[in-house]
């Protein structure tokens, strides 16, 4: 009889258990058939898979299946810290730059661009998007890279743009 500490393959045991040469609810001949496994019955192929397993299932109960799980919790990965990009506001560009460069760049509809124009006009700086730092830098520069406003003469460049963590 082999025991195994750690990993158990259920179906193999309970074929075990059952005692039945036909294997786990009598369904060798189907599965053997399908898979090409004529040669040994389903009971004996599932006892070698239990016997490969005895082999390779660590013994100490430091490498054991339960005090993985622990290691795994405690060592969950970090979620990456989210940071804010964030539009500041200028008397320099017109409303249909600031929605064509939101809907561009950040892939906001035209409603919600028109909102966030409107409140980056009111309140002198709106939240384009919360992201990783990597992607929150980058669209920072792009907004700052995005070029003077066309409907504008006096355009001197592009908006001004910052990140700043989020809140958790």
Not at 71 to 99: G, M, S, W
Request: proline share 6%.
């Amino acid at each position: 009889m082999v025991v195994a500490v750690g990993w158990v393959d259920f179906p193999a045991v309970i074929a075990r258990a059952s005692g039945s040469s036909e294997g786990l609810f009598g369904i060798d001949a189907a599965w053997n058939n399908g898979l090409g496994l004529r040669e040994a019955p389903m009971s004996a192929v599932l006892e070698q898979a239990v016997a490969d397993e005895a082999d390779t299932v660590p013994v100490s109960a430091a490498e054991s299946p339960a005090s993985e799980r622990k290691l795994d919790r405690r060592e969950k990965t970090k979620k990456q810290p989210r940071y804010h990009v964030i539009l500041l506001d200028d008397d320099e560009h017109t409303y249909a730059y600031v929605i064509e460069m939101l809907g561009k760049l950040f892939h906001h509809p035209r409603t919600r661009a028109f909102k966030m124009a409107r409140e980056v006009d009111r309140t002198g700086r709106v939240i384009c998007l919360t992201t990783t730092m990597e992607l929150a830098e980058l669209k920072r520069d792009q907004v700052l890279t995005y070029g003077p406003d066309p409907w504008l003469d006096t355009s001197p460049g592009s908006m001004r743009a910052t990140i700043e963590p989020a809140d958790e």
